[in-house]
């Protein structure tokens, strides 16, 4: 089975609203975690990323938090713009190797005018 | 260009022909890797080239799929005798160390097609 998942498939917020976007994951050995932004007919963009020996890692306008207590991953974006609209990935890490990045089917972020 | 480039972009083909897609990494970028991405799916990892180990060919789905890179440059990956089940886009992403190390920068994907 898949040990990343997502809690919602589709998200809508308001533009201007802050949005969050939720992860699960099963595999408590994972150390990694990146954010990924997909929008129609791209390839994946990297957002953020933390690793298990943090809790919190902002960027611009994005903030991510790890709770490793219950597994749980998280995407802050403030202040959504219509550019947010895309597919956000999470993907975790399991221990070394490439076959290791696990990504989750992906949460569909719709920014309402 | 500074981007990971893949081609082509777009590719309909019938079932049971071979097809060959090819991905032109970032320059100096050690580590290359493909993704298939089925319609509203997440990402399927297939294979990790990295530097000039072997190849982890792990998460090919079958023999029908193989890839191969020419040192730390261009990589194709041939899928043969396609089936309807092949149809996807193809992402293929490089990276200058390996996963843990920095970020993946991907491609806009090669759509294939199978009627």
């Known amino acids: 089975g898949e040990s990343v998942g997502l809690h919602l498939p589709t998200l809508s917020v308001q533009e201007g609203d802050n949005s969050i976007i939720n992860c699960a994951y099963s595999?408590?050995?994972?150390?990694?975690f990146i954010w990924y932004k997909q929008e129609s007919g791209k390839g994946p963009q990297f957002i953020i990323d933390i690793r298990s020996n943090m809790d919190k890692r902002q960027g611009q306008r994005v903030t991510v938090l790890l709770n490793k207590t219950v597994k749980h991953l998280s995407l802050q974006i403030a202040a959504t713009q219509p550019g947010d609209s895309a597919v956000y990935f999470c993907a975790e890490l399991q221990g070394g190797g490439a076959d290791g990045l696990t990504f989750g089917k992906g949460t569909h972020l719709i920014i309402q005018p | 260009g500074a981007g990971v480039s893949q081609s082509p972009s777009n590719k309909v083909t019938e079932k049971g022909k071979d097809v060959e897609l090819r991905c032109d990494p970032i320059?100096?970028?050690?580590?290359l890797y493909w993704y298939r991405q089925r319609l509203g799916q997440g990402l399927e990892f297939l294979i990790y080239?990295?530097?000039?180990?072997?190849?982890?060919k792990s998460g090919l789905p079958s023999d029908r799929f193989s890839a191969e890179r020419t040192g730390e440059s261009v990589s194709t990956l041939t899928i043969q005798r396609t089936q309807q089940e092949d149809s996807a886009v193809y992402l293929c992403?490089?990276?200058?160390?390996?996963?843990?190390?920095?970020?993946?920068?991907f491609g806009e994907g090669s759509r294939l097609t199978v009627l």
């Open positions: 595999n408590s050995a994972s150390d990694y």
């Open positions: 320059s100096g970028h050690t580590a």
């Open positions: 992403a490089s990276s200058l160390r390996g996963v843990g190390t920095g970020e993946l920068f």
């Open positions: 080239f990295q530097g000039n180990s072997a190849p982890d």
